[in-house]
T-cell receptor, first 115, second 115 residues
Framework: GAVVSQHPSWVICKSGTSVKIECRSL??????MFWYRQFPKQSLMLMAT?????????EQGVEKDKFLINHASLTLSTLTVTSAHPEDSSFYIC???????????FGPGTRLTVT | AQSVSQHNHHVILSEAASLELGCNYS??????LFWYVQYPGQHLQLLLK??????LVKGIKGFEAEFIKSKFSFNLRKPSVQWSDTAEYFC?????????????FGTGTRLQVFP
């Protein structure tokens, strides 16, 4: 149980375009989903926390207009990287949690390369 | 602000050697503590967690960790490592007082085990 999927697993896009990444909890309803960014050989940096049906809470330094997060249902959250630039190239990981359990289940990640 | 420190950035061991990875956090209140593992090319998996009770917790694959409140530490141990333990290990902390499931991750420790 507690499986989280991400789609796509990797994506290459041109500078200036937008990319959408989906995060789904497959066998449970996630009241909260988290989006992280991981640079090579570094730790996970929390970008934002999203609760179903409400606006995402962004961490300090994360541009909310650039990284649009939508959490429309208890099983789906999306991250859209708008007007992507090469510096946005990274590994984006989502996780999902049941309310009050303090335990997160991680997706396999999405490798974004902006050319 | 909460922070998590992992002092060992890169550990190299031979099979059957004992392992201890350090993790210290900076928050004086009640915390939930986690160790995650990321095998090459795979997503993060939960190794073990501590919420309350016995400060010595056992996880999967023979790993255990000890919560020492007075030292703000949650070190990960394994008596005898295997080649298959080669991975990146992340310590993470959640502060319950914030009423959120947000995790703060350490910088990670890369473990290489040679046969």
């Amino acid at each position: 149980g507690a499986v989280v999927s991400q789609h796509p697993s990797w994506v290459i896009c041109k500078s200036g375009t937008s990319v959408k990444i989906e995060c789904r909890s497959l066998d449970f309803q996630a009241t909260t989903m988290f989006w992280y960014r991981q640079f090579p050989k570094q730790s996970l940096m929390l970008m934002a926390t999203s609760n179903e049906g409400s606006k995402a809470t962004y961490e300090q330094g994360v541009e909310k207009d650039k990284f649009l997060i939508n959490h429309a249902s208890l099983t789906l959250s999306t991250l859209t990287v708008t007007s992507a630039h090469p510096e946005d190239s990274s590994f984006y990981i989502c996780s999902a949690a049941l309310w009050g359990t303090y335990e997160q289940y991680f997706g396999p990640g999405t490798r974004l390369t902006v050319t | 602000a909460q922070s998590v420190s992992q002092h060992n950035h890169h550990v190299i061991l031979s099979e059957a050697a004992s392992l201890e990875l350090g993790c210290n956090y900076s928050y004086g209140g009640t915390v939930n503590l986690f160790w995650y593992v990321q095998y090459p090319g795979q997503h993060l998996q939960l190794l073990l967690k501590y919420f309350s009770g016995d400060p010595l917790v056992k996880g999967i694959k023979g790993f255990e960790a000890e919560f020492i409140k007075s030292k703000f530490s949650f070190n990960l141990r394994k008596p005898s490592v295997q080649w298959s333990d080669t991975a990146e290990y992340f310590c993470a902390v959640n502060a319950r007082a914030f009423g959120t499931d947000k995790l703060i991750f350490g910088t990670g420790t890369r473990l290489q085990v040679f046969p």
